[in-house]
């Protein structure tokens, strides 16, 4: 019990005025330890294939892009097929998209029938059989939900979405603010245990000459009321704000910022990495540039390496598929995790940061060499911490090992090769 609770105080920030529960603080460490979720990003857009953000990017107005709702009949969809194809890839959680930028809800929301049960002829409930499926399946669900929408006009214009035909002059804030406090209230009541709630679009309101209040801290209180354990999440770009209980990066490890918007520091939260198999969210039919298996594996330990978990994204089909090349990538991954999964799963960062030649990871004395690009015999650890043996982890056999004031010397039979050469050291 001390144990616990020393390990949930990690997670605590005393800080802040909002006091998480202890269940919120478990599921904070059992989504730390969970290391790799799926990102799935569908709606109508996909239907159009050219990504989520095509109402906007094509400046289409609104009411026409709507029309592709009746023609909406993912005839293939199957939630058992999604899930199982998920799990197997040793993911531990899915985040599903309830409702993007474009507005459409895909579940049968009392809140409008902009949604996947009343406007389209399919007619069913996905995010219903996915949480079943995933319930069933032993696997978590967390929902995508935008702040922005590019269809009511209630939501108050903000720096994107301008080409879609809305009246700002109908902005109505408090309106659309407690329209998205009923939908967020459906989702945390009507399908079972949700793992998180993902918020997106703050980011659209940045630019305001008067800063926008969003009245997070309600919302917040508001999951936190009707489900204590949901963490909560948003995509911001920002440091995390009062009431978060992860902290989210887009595209970027924490502390790299190659994409541009993941310049925030690192605080104590757990972490996580969005990121995408292709180059786009949702649904894209000329974006076939896939990153090959060997890449999505060294990012997941990458991501691991920091202590972050990795949220990979897939973009299925119109008719309720995911892509063959994803499901290629979800095969590997699983077959990477069944062998290997023990180095990531319930590790933090290692002991030494990012190399050249590859990243560690930690489980109490036992430290994961994840070796992915070395040319040579000899790889030197800079360690303060004794190390007792040092193996290859795939046939346990012992590695030539030198100890230097600075740390320790590995000596190889042969230069390691592979997606990812474990070694595996023991230390005090
Ligand atoms: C960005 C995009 C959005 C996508 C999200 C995923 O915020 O606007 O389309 O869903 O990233 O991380």
């Given at each position: 019990m001390a144990a616990l609770v020393a390990t949930l105080a990690v997670w605590a920030d005393n800080n802040t005025t909002y006091q998480p529960t202890e269940a919120n603080l478990k599921a904070r460490q059992e989504f730390a330890d969970s290391k790799l979720g799926i990102f799935i990003h569908w709606g109508i857009y996909s239907m159009f294939a050219q990504g989520e953000w095509y109402m906007t990017n094509a400046n289409l107005?609104?009411?026409?892009?709507?029309?592709?709702?009746s023609a909406?009949?993912?005839?293939?969809f199957d939630a058992k097929e999604w899930v199982s194809a998920i799990k197997e890839a040793g993911a531990k959680y899915i985040c599903f998209t309830s409702r993007?930028?474009?507005?459409?809800?895909?579940?049968?929301?009392?809140?409008?029938?902009?949604?996947?049960?009343?406007?389209t002829p399919f007619g069913r409930d996905v995010i219903k059989e996915l949480a079943d499926e995933c319930h069933k399946?032993?696997?978590?669900?967390?929902?995508?939900?935008?702040?922005?929408?590019?269809?009511?006009?209630?939501?108050?214009?903000?720096?994107?979405?301008r080409g879609t035909g809305k009246d700002p002059e109908k902005a109505d804030w408090p309106h659309y603010y407690a329209f998205m406090n009923r939908q967020i209230t459906e989702l945390l009541t009507r399908y079972g245990d949700v793992?998180?709630?993902?918020?997106?679009?703050?980011?659209?309101?940045?630019?305001d000459s008067i800063p926008f209040d969003w009245q997070l801290d309600e919302q917040y209180a508001l999951?936190?009321?009707?489900?204590?354990?949901c963490l909560v999440g948003n995509n911001h770009h920002q440091v995390?704000?009062?009431?978060e209980d992860i902290q989210i990066f887009e595209r970027d490890l924490p502390g790299e910022n190659k994409a541009?918007?993941?310049?925030?520091?690192?605080?104590?939260?757990?972490?996580e990495t969005c990121q995408t198999m292709n180059g786009m969210w949702g649904y894209k039919i000329i974006d076939q540039n896939y990153k090959s298996p060997e890449t999505l594996i060294r990012y997941l330990v990458s991501t691991s390496g920091k202590g972050a978990n990795l949220l990979l994204n897939i973009g299925p089909q119109p008719n309720g598929e995911l892509p063959a090349a994803a499901l290629d990538r979800l095969k590997a991954l699983g077959e990477w995790t069944s062998q290997y999964g023990e180095t990531i799963y319930g590790t933090t960062a290692g002991d030494i940061p990012a190399q050249d030649w590859g990243v560690t990871t930690r489980k109490g004395t036992r430290l994961f060499i994840h070796i992915f690009d070395l040319n040579a015999t000899e790889l030197f650890l800079p360690l303060s911490c004794k190390v007792k043996k040092a193996f290859v982890y795939d046939t346990r056999e012992a590695i030539k090992m030198r100890r230097t004031k600075e740390g320790i010397n590995l000596t190889f039979n042969a230069i390691p090769t592979g997606t990812d050469y474990i070694v595996e050291l023991v230390t005090e």
């Open positions: 107005d609104n009411k026409e892009y709507a029309k592709a709702a909406f009949y993912p005839a293939q993007h930028h474009d507005g459409f809800s895909m579940w049968d929301t009392d809140e409008s029938n902009y949604n996947i049960v009343d406007a399946q032993g696997i978590k669900l967390h929902f995508y939900y935008s702040h922005i929408d590019w269809t009511r006009d209630d939501y108050p214009w903000g720096r994107t979405g793992g998180a709630i993902w918020f997106d679009g703050w980011w659209d309101h940045d630019q999951i936190h009321r009707l489900q204590p354990a995390p704000m009062e009431g541009g918007l993941s310049g925030q520091s690192i605080g104590r939260l757990p972490l």
